[in-house]
């Protein structure tokens, strides 16, 4: 029997009534064709290593998928800080839920699967630009231990779609732990319609925060696991440089997870203001702002639940956000450092340490590399006075606490990654596949950045990869590159 006839779907979402979605099967499209298919993400509701012909007709949606019940979710949000009421799936579709071996259960959604009735006049279409660029960041987020949406595969479709130019179009085959986003609960909030709001929450607790089922106040220890959860994961984009460019409340699910990759970036040469989306031109999403519009995104999310909580207690709530952030952070950057006592001369050494990356332009990730090697190849680090005192700075933390300097290099290794995504890489990658239909550098990048802390000699050579050239700073002409959001 074809592996995909064996997928159980569970469709939990239907259950909850038409307000909360449209039914819609995906449009048929004309013969697809595979761009990149990722094996470990298809091992996540047990599918072959392989993508072939019989995937293509089931996942682009040619042909309908048994069990599944696909639709297109109600949602709304504030787009760089403005509500908008009418978004929704305008182009994605939830096939449903599938329950894997271990009964785990994973959204299935297709991204560009024709337009539904929330397309507010779009073609419901993906380029294979922006597929290839949400492909490439799901599985670099995830191969750096970041919770994100996964990518299945990227399904190019003989379509041309036209955004400033005439462009290819494809399919993203996205899975997810979830698809509720803070902007669902406003779409409900905001419409008056209180009692959805309360079915969303517990449709919420119940299939993704199980644990708090029986707790007294449960939708206000709901709304602290969704606070803790996103303050957490922005700590992990803070530390490792992640951008996202876009964190709008649509943006963000319930689930703590990074979700939607439009224009996002990695900081290279660190600059706190960069922000990697061209139409960000105040800089609302640059990466020094990114803590505090998660804290700005959980007070929408707060609003909407203040008839189910109380506002008194949201207020007590959301004052925790800070101090949970700089926890995080905090040991975040200890283990990016290699240190673990994170006391008050921890905090100044870190702030010392931006200052130095800022003033010498140094580049972001391939510096905790290098330090770890210190005090070996210390001339590598010591652009000037101020960095050599700093190192010496850094030293007498190290030694405080007893450090073994072969260790910390490998504790460090292990959390520092070799490999970035950087623009430069992906833009390569990006033109191999438009110009020439060569999607063998999306591949080399993708298993790349499925484990990016370490050199692995055989699989380089399988896939040709060159460790030093893929571990190079960010030539000149890509540093602080922005994308457009319709790329
Ligand atoms: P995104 O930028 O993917 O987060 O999309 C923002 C909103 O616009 C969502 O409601 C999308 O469904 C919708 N949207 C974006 N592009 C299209 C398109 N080509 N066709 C229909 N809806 C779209
Ligand atoms: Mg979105």
Redesign the pocket.
């Known amino acids: 029997m074809p592996p995909y006839q064996n997928l159980k779907f569970k469709n939990r979402f239907i259950d909850l009534g038409p307000e909360f979605y449209q039914e819609k099967q995906p449009d048929p499209v004309t013969d697809p064709y595979l761009v990149d298919y990722s094996p470990s993400v298809g091992a996540l509701i047990d599918l072959p290593s392989e993508g072939g012909s019989d995937f293509l007709e089931k996942f682009s949606g040619n042909q309908p998928m048994e069990g599944a019940r696909p639709l297109?979710m109600a949602?709304g949000?504030h787009?760089f800080g403005s509500y908008?009421p009418?978004?929704?799936?305008?182009?994605?579709l939830l096939l449903g839920e599938v329950l894997n071996k271990e009964n785990i259960s994973w959204d299935v959604h297709l991204?560009?699967a024709g337009?539904?009735r929330?397309?507010?006049?779009?073609?419901?279409?993906?380029t294979l630009q922006?597929s290839i660029r949400e492909h490439l960041g799901s599985e670099a987020l995830s191969g750096l231990g970041i919770p994100s949406t996964r990518s299945l595969a990227v399904i190019g479709i003989r379509e041309l779609?036209y955004r400033k130019k005439p462009e290819l179009a494809a399919i993203l085959v996205r899975i997810a732990d979830s698809h509720i986003r803070f902007g669902s609960f406003e779409y409900f909030h905001k419409t008056n319609q209180p009692k959805n709001v309360e079915r969303l929450a517990e449709f919420a607790i119940q299939n993704h925060h199980k644990d708090l089922w029986n707790e007294p106040e449960r939708y206000r220890i709901f709304f602290r696991r969704v606070l803790t959860l996103t303050a957490k994961l922005i700590a992990k984009w803070q530390a490792v440089g992640f951008v996202h460019g876009?964190m709008?409340t649509?943006?963000m699910t319930i689930t703590g997870t990074t979700f939607?990759y439009?224009p996002y970036g990695f900081i290279d040469q660190f600059n706190p203001s960069y922000t990697p989306n061209s139409s960000d031109t105040h800089g609302r999403y640059a990466y020094q702002q990114q803590p505090e519009i998660g804290f700005w995104n959980l007070n929408k999310l707060a609003e909407t639940l203040i008839p189910l909580v109380g506002s008194d207690q949201l207020q007590e709530e959301i004052k925790q956000y800070q101090p949970i952030f700089n926890g995080f952070y905090r040991e975040e950057m200890g283990r990016k450092l290699g240190i673990s006592i994170l006391d008050e001369d921890f905090s100044q050494l870190t702030q010392e340490m931006f200052q130095l990356l800022i003033n010498h332009h140094v580049d972001y990730s391939n510096f905790f590399r290098l330090l770890a090697n210190y005090p070996d190849k210390i001339e590598k680090l010591q652009f000037d006075v101020g960095m050599h005192s700093w190192l010496e700075n850094y030293l007498k933390l190290c030694e405080r606490e007893g450090t073994n300097h072969k260790e910390r290099k490998k504790k460090m290794d292990a959390v520092n990654p070799k490999f970035i995504l950087r623009t430069h890489l992906v833009q390569n990658a990006l033109e191999k596949s438009l110009k020439d239909s060569d999607f063998s550098e999306v591949k080399r990048l993708r298993v790349l950045m499925e484990d990016p802390f370490k050199d692995k000699p055989e699989l380089f050579q399988e896939y040709d990869i060159d460790s030093d050239l893929y571990s190079q700073a960010t030539p000149k002409e890509f540093l602080g590159r922005q994308t457009s959001?319709?790329a």
């Not at 009418?86 to 994605?92: A, F, K, Q, S, V």
């Not at 929330?118 to 993906?126: H, K, L, S, Y």
């Open positions: 297109a949602y949000g787009q908008n009418r978004l929704g799936d305008g182009r994605g991204k560009g337009p539904t929330f397309a507010r006049g779009f073609d419901g279409r993906a922006s779609i876009v709008n649509d943006n939607d439009g959001c319709s």
